[in-house]
Structures are given as structure tokens and as C-alpha cells.
């Protein structure tokens, strides 16, 4: 079987074509916005079985290469296909017009998880911090694995920071990460240490183990009395740090959370002076390549954050996402990208 992507939108005009061709398998890719159709004609060997004349395909070829194709490269291949010697099969209009409404209801529901999502990542910092700060999620597909909370500690002159990011992509990796935070805001009561946190979640993910799924997150709390960050790191890229006009990369690492039992997290501590800036992100942002397969990388993302560190933790964030859209060209993003930036 061979599969030819077609945007719903083609449907029409794909019926005019004419009724030698059989769109026997449709196959619905929503987060793509179009379905897979199978293009089959009838084998000449008279038993029934569907298949595809070989020395026709051999021709059509490049059009099968093509990532998606459009009505007039898909009404191109009908055309060669209808060179064929064997009998033709009538198109399925009743099929595809099921198929059509079948993609736009589950594409309208894909929305509707978006809109979900983007609510449940919160929509401001807890004001008592003292601090300027500012985050942006944007996912590759309609929803995504990338995440960020905050949380204040009522007991303690401490507010907390977490972001993460879901192996994956997709609507897999937004449910675990709806299963992560959900586990996480039962925690943050609790006003564990970044350290604490992380192994406490982490032990908390594998009594509920999902196979082939694991979360990179950075958790930290801010102490506006002493201004001094306090960091721990499981998996995510180092965050960058710019102090006193010098940038840079905080070297905390650790093991992502829900795969060993036996992972240990180590606390790194920042003093912060006023105007300083730190920023965490999601490997999304420094692996985005551009056309000639070149990662964005940290070194990269480093300078953009010195260049602009004078600037409100808002105006950084838009630099980051500019550069990086700047860098990947109209090839776009294939990963979750998340950036929190924090000036204090």
C-alpha cells in the first residue's frame, strides 16, 4: 500500500478528477491537518485482489517522495494511473466525505486540548517574589510535553520555579505531562528543597510507571531576603546565568526523573545581585537547526540572552523566540520549545 497525504481541503477537487481510481484505505493524520489515502487498482490476474501496476509506479515515483502532496501533483498521478490497462474502480466519495469529517471533528478536539493546556500553565508568577519575570510554551505539534509552574511558599520569604519537558511530542507526552504537574502542585505544600523535590516526584512517577515515557525538569526556588537562586537539574540543558553583565551556563546536571529509583539530585546556589538574569529552557530551543542541519545551540542562545539581559524578563523571552524562528528559517520547529527567564 502506498499512501499519498492529502489536506481535507483537496477533496473537492480531487472528485472532478475522474472515477478510475480507488480510494480504497484512508488513514486520518489530524496533527498533520490531512489524510493518508491509499491509492489501489485491480489486479490483472482476475482473483480480486487490489494492487498497484508496477511499471506505472515506477514512473509516478516521485510523487509518492513528496512530504505532501497538492491537488495538482495528486491529479497528476491519477492521470498517469489511468494509463493503466485494468479495469477501473470507482472513487468512495461517501468515504472521503467521511474521512473529511472525521479529520475536522478530531482536529476541532486537538484545539480544544490546546486551548486546555495553554490554561493550565499559569498565567502569572506569585507577585510576593520580587522578581521580573517571564515564560513562553510553545509546543511543535497542536499540544505538546513542555511545561512550567511556579508556586510560593507562604511559610518561607521563598518562591519556586519548575519547568519540564516530556520525552515526545504530541498528545502522549501533553497527558504525562498533565500527570507530572498534577503530582508536582500535590508536592509543592510540602516546600521541599529543589533537591528534595525532584527525588520525591521522581519516586512518586515510578509508582505509576509509564513504559517508554520520562520528564527532563529543572526546579528552583528564589529566596528574596538573601537573593539567592537555589537550583536543581534533572536532565534539562544547563540554565544561563548572567551576573554582573557576564553570561554564563550554570553546569547543573542530573538523571531525568521516572527512570531509576536510585537517582540522586545535587543544589546549586546563585547569588543574584539586582538586574541579573537567569533563564531555563527546554532543549527544543538550542536543538532547532536550520537548513543546513546546524543546531541553534547554547553558545548561540547565551549571546541573545547577554545581548538583551538590560531588558524586562518579557522582552527577553521574544528576543530568544525571534532568534531561534530566525535561525530555523521556514523549516519551523520540531520540538516543544519553553523558555522562563527571571531578572531580579
Excluded at 515510578?206 to 526556588?221: G, S
Amino acid at each position: 500500500m502506498v499512501f499519498v497525504a492529502l489536506p481535507s481541503a483537496f477533496f473537492a477537487k480531487l472528485r472532478k478528477i475522474g472515477s478510475n481510481v480507488c480510494f480504497k484505505s484512508l488513514r486520518l493524520e489530524p496533527s498533520r491537518g490531512c489524510v493518508l489515502i491509499g491509492i489501489l487498482r485491480e489486479s490483472a490476474n482476475g482473483n480480486g485482489d487490489l494492487a498497484f501496476n508496477s511499471r506505472k509506479i515506477s514512473r509516478a515515483q516521485p510523487l509518492y517522495r513528496r512530504r505532501k502532496a497538492d491537488a495538482d501533483t495528486l491529479a497528476e498521478l491519477c492521470r498517469r494511473e489511468q494509463q493503466c490497462s485494468f479495469a477501473p474502480l470507482p472513487v468512495n466519495g461517501m468515504a472521503l466525505e467521511a474521512a473529511e469529517k472525521e479529520s475536522s471533528h478530531l482536529r476541532h478536539e486537538l484545539q480544544l486540548a490546546r486551548e486546555l493546556q495553554s490554561e493550565m500553565l499559569p498565567a502569572r508568577h506569585p507577585p510576593e517574589a520580587g522578581w521580573n519575570l517571564a515564560a513562553r510554551c510553545s509546543p511543535a505539534q497542536t499540544v505538546g510535553g513542555d511545561f512550567y509552574d511556579f508556586f510560593r511558599y507562604p511559610n518561607k520569604a521563598i518562591s519556586a520555579e519548575a519547568i519540564g519537558d516530556v520525552c515526545g511530542k504530541g498528545t502522549s507526552a501533553a497527558i504525562y505531562a498533565a500527570l507530572v504537574t498534577g503530582i508536582l502542585r500535590s508536592l509543592a505544600p510540602l516546600e521541599l528543597r529543589p533537591a528534595e523535590m525532584l527525588s520525591t516526584l521522581n519516586k512518586a512517577l515510578l509508582t505509576r510507571p509509564v513504559q517508554a515515557k520520562y520528564v527532563a525538569m529543572i526546579y528552583a526556588t528564589w529566596d528574596e531576603r538573601e537573593r539567592v537562586f537555589c537550583i536543581a537539574n534533572a536532565g534539562l540543558p544547563y540554565p544561563i546565568c548572567v551576573l554582573n553583565g557576564k553570561p554564563l551556563l550554570l553546569k547543573a546536571a542530573g538523571l531525568p526523573l521516572g527512570l531509576f529509583a536510585s537517582a540522586e539530585y545535587e543544589e546549586h546556589t546563585v547569588q543574584c545581585a539586582p538586574g541579573d538574569v537567569v533563564v531555563f529552557y527546554t532543549d527544543g530551543v538550542t536543538d532547532a537547526i536550520d537548513k543546513r542541519c546546524e543546531d541553534f545551540g547554547p553558545e548561540r542562545l547565551k549571546k541573545v540572552v547577554a545581548m538583551n539581559s538590560g531588558e524586562t524578563a518579557e522582552r527577553v523571552v521574544s528576543s530568544i523566540f525571534l532568534a531561534v524562528g530566525s535561525h530555523a528559517g521556514n523549516l519551523g520547529a520540531f520540538d516543544d520549545q519553553t523558555v522562563v527567564v527571571v531578572r531580579t
